[in-house]
């Protein structure tokens, strides 16, 4: 079954089954394992492109070769072909030639659902992959609770959540939760490397700047003009005020210009980033209020601007301006310190 969210020339998270980063989860999985008391499912959430998809399907091989009877090489082929008979996987389905569903159906889950119900394939656990449960339509979602609620024997569930907030907390409930974390900049470094050695380390370390953790979003910036506007949007965050007025509306023009482009959401997670590490490093500073109440007030003001543009279209350019704008006057009203960078 093919990732709807693949990368082009990027191997997929199954053909990889090696996550760089994510070592105290790792052990707690693989302590479960071993002590044979894995749970019927495990939600592994985070922020998206931190690499939960290469875990889950890393685990799964782990799993797979510790329960069974094959040695784990033969094991991680047949996770990498899909073809292992105790690997299942449910993602968003190919619509047509062009393109897929924009979400999993609850007739995907009921065929997962029979698929499970079939004999085993082979000696050992069985795993399913559901990658991700975020793009369950509620039908599927309800579908998928009752599989939940009476699993199969010898079966484990990953389940893959971007925003495990939205999920139904009776989905939750029933699952042991993993909470992933952005990882560290040698993780990212690792990853870039992995995926071509080639790479300079210019590229390198400007993709972990602006990666923010997250390997995907390393991996889409080599794609990225070097001379692009993230670089400048970069260095204006590291001290806006530093810049002259002009630098901010030239920087709303460029990313504003392609309102579905990869670099305008580029900025708004880099945008993201800044306001929640500015928003934690004030409330680390319990004197100084002033700053966290402007840092809060920021975010809200941002987010609503961005929601109004999403939601009626608006021109993102203007947008942008007003959050600059309001960056800058959150900047000049409290005290100058150094920015935590992600």
Request: with cysteine; aromatic share 4%.
């Amino acid at each position: 079954m093919s990732d709807p969210d693949a990368l082009d020339g990027v191997t997929a998270p199954e053909r990889r089954q090696r996550a760089f980063g994510h070592d105290a989860a790792r052990a707690a999985i693989l302590s479960q394992v071993h002590e044979h008391r894995l749970p019927g499912a495990i939600l592994l959430h985070g922020p998206q492109g931190i690499g939960k998809a290469t875990f889950a399907f890393e685990q799964a091989a782990a799993i797979l070769t510790a329960t069974g009877d094959e040695e784990g090489h033969r094991v991680e082929e047949q996770v990498a072909a899909l073809s292992h008979p105790n690997l299942f996987l449910l993602r968003r389905r190919p619509k047509d030639a062009k393109g897929y569903y924009t979400v999993i159906r609850v007739e995907d889950v009921r065929s997962l659902r029979d698929s499970l119900h079939h004999t085993r394939g082979r000696a050992g656990h069985r795993v399913a992959i559901i990658d991700s449960i975020d793009d369950c339509n509620p039908s599927a979602a309800n579908a998928l609770l009752k599989t939940l609620e009476e699993p199969p024997a010898d079966t484990t569930f990953l389940l893959v959540s971007h925003r495990p907030g939205q999920l139904l907390p009776t989905i939750k409930s029933r699952c042991h939760n993993i909470a992933l974390r952005p990882v560290g900049e040698e993780a990212v470094r690792a990853v870039l490397i992995d995926h071509d050695p080639s790479i300079t380390p210019q590229s390198i370390e400007r993709a972990v700047a602006l990666a923010g953790g997250r390997p995907r979003r390393a991996l889409e910036t080599l794609a990225l003009d070097e001379e692009s506007a993230l670089g400048v949007l970069q260095n204006w965050l590291g001290d806006p005020l530093r810049f002259p007025a002009g630098v901010a509306m030239q920087l709303a023009d460029a990313l504003g210009a392609d309102a579905q482009g990869t670099e305008l959401t580029f900025a708004r997670e880099m945008l993201d980033d800044w306001m929640a590490a500015e928003a934690r490093n004030a409330a680390m500073q319990p004197g100084n209020r002033m700053r966290l109440a402007s840092a809060n007030e920021l975010w809200d003001k941002a987010h609503a601007l961005f929601a109004e543009a999403d939601s009626i279209n608006l021109d993102m350019k203007q947008t942008l301006v007003a959050i600059f704008d309001a960056i800058r006057k959150h900047v000049s009203m409290t005290a100058p310190v150094a920015i935590e960078s992600q």
